[in-house]
């Protein structure tokens, strides 16, 4: 339900900000308003999650979200229309939602024995675009019928059903080795060692890095897209986000079914490709059937590439810190994602969007071909322990290009 509120409030702004200035940048601000404070605020709840009661800093974390999304609804209610003034509340809200992140994470490996972590994040992200899908449909339905306040009023009250469901879970979740001697900047540095020194961890936030700069911003741009290319509004955008988190949930299904069979750094080179492919698809789609399609494939490659990289991460993470490595993780996201979609965003300004994604599509591939080759260790890393084959058996024949340019 929350996260159904989150994608209500993300679509109906972002197309009234888009109907309003008709500019990629503006209405990527939205977008950046929701994602970016993890930058900021992640590292400070990171601290926090190592510090206290994992399950009461998100459930606090929680409660200024329903506070700051309040005051929007009221803002749109008074009939403030200001990019600026909208982008604030909402950067104020996803703050307060970036400090509790760390703790929300931190939790899950102690929810599950190791070999269903993956199945675990899944579940997380099937979670989140369930509401993806929900969300637009229930926010074009509710702006028609009770205007954009109430529709926002209805996001502010899916964290008060959060923070029931967090209370619920009756057991705490500290962790056994917090150091309550070491001051901030000792404990951020300590966060930041761990994860330079444990590989796996080191190797998956770089690839969601290069994965938020250059594929994920054509989520943020979906309103402006839609209505520069196919004349849309709310209800086109609300499709195309939905046949994204259609196909989100069916590539959860696919690489967790597929992890069990393959090794990850395998999974992880094709999902590469794949994501490249679709992004350039959806960049040249002919029409509104082609553009859902299009967001459907890159939902589902954006997902699996995201499982794969956290349950990674989440899986080697040591429990002392594990908080803080989250939070680097979820701040580098963030960061990368601003970037992504300033950076995006100008280019669709100065061009189009359609050359923008394309150059976001090469960059993908560029970026991941220097990276792999810089890091050998790459592969051992991302597979840990598996035992599972590279690849199925096959005759061997010359080099396959495709297998060298995955670095495999």
Not at 85 to 98: D, K, P, R, W, Y
Not at 121 to 138: A, D, K, Q
Not at 195 to 223: E, S, Y
Not at 312 to 329: F, H, K, L, N, T
Request: net charge positive.
């Amino acid at each position: 339900m929350s996260d159904a509120g989150t994608w209500v409030q993300l679509i109906v702004v972002g197309s009234l900000v888009a109907a309003g200035t008709g500019s990629a940048v503006q209405t990527g601000l939205v977008a950046l308003a929701t994602f970016m404070p993890q930058g900021i605020a992640s590292p400070v709840g990171g601290l926090l999650a190592d510090r206290f009661d994992r399950r009461k800093v998100f459930a606090l974390a929680l409660v200024g979200q329903a506070i700051a999304t309040t005051a929007l609804a009221v803002v749109l209610g008074s009939g403030v229309r200001s990019p600026l003034v909208l982008t604030a509340f909402i950067l104020v809200s996803s703050a307060a939602g970036a400090l509790g992140a760390p703790s929300y994470a931190a939790m899950l490996p102690d929810l599950v024995p190791p070999e269903e972590l993956m199945a675990m994040v899944s579940l997380g992200v099937y979670s989140w675009n369930s509401g993806r899908i929900v969300g637009p449909l229930v926010g074009t339905a509710l702006v028609l019928a009770v205007g954009p306040a109430w529709t926002v009023g209805f996001n502010a009250f899916s964290f008060v059903v959060m923070v029931a469901a967090v209370l619920a879970v009756r057991r705490p979740f500290i962790s056994a080795h917090a150091d309550d001697s070491a001051g901030v900047l000792q404990r951020l540095a300590g966060g930041w060692h761990t994860l330079r020194a444990t590989p796996a961890c080191f190797h998956g936030v770089v690839l969601l890095v290069l994965f938020n700069l250059t594929a994920v911003p054509f989520m943020g741009l979906i309103p402006i897209f839609v209505a520069a290319e196919f004349a849309g509004g709310t209800g086109l955008a609300g499709l195309v986000a939905s046949a994204q988190g259609v196909g989100a949930i069916i590539g959860g299904v696919l690489i967790t079914v597929l992890a069990a069979r393959y090794r990850r750094s395998f999974l992880v080179g094709r999902l590469m490709f794949v994501l490249s492919g679709a992004l350039a698809l959806y960049a040249l789609a002919p029409g509104v059937p082609w553009v859902v399609a299009a967001s459907a494939l890159l939902g589902a490659a954006s997902s699996a590439m995201f499982i794969s990289s956290s349950a990674v991460i989440q899986r080697d993470a040591p429990d002392a810190s594990r908080g803080r490595v989250m939070s680097i993780m979820q701040a580098s996201m963030g960061v990368s994602y601003g970037v992504g979609l300033l950076f995006i965003g100008t280019i669709a300004d100065t061009i189009n969007l359609p050359v923008a994604f394309l150059i976001g599509s090469v960059l993908l591939l560029v970026g991941f071909g220097l990276l792999t080759r810089r890091s050998r260790h790459w592969r051992e890393a991302f597979d840990g322990n598996e035992v599972l084959p590279v690849r199925p058996a096959r005759v061997e024949q010359p080099v396959d290009v495709l297998s060298v340019a995955c670095g495999d």
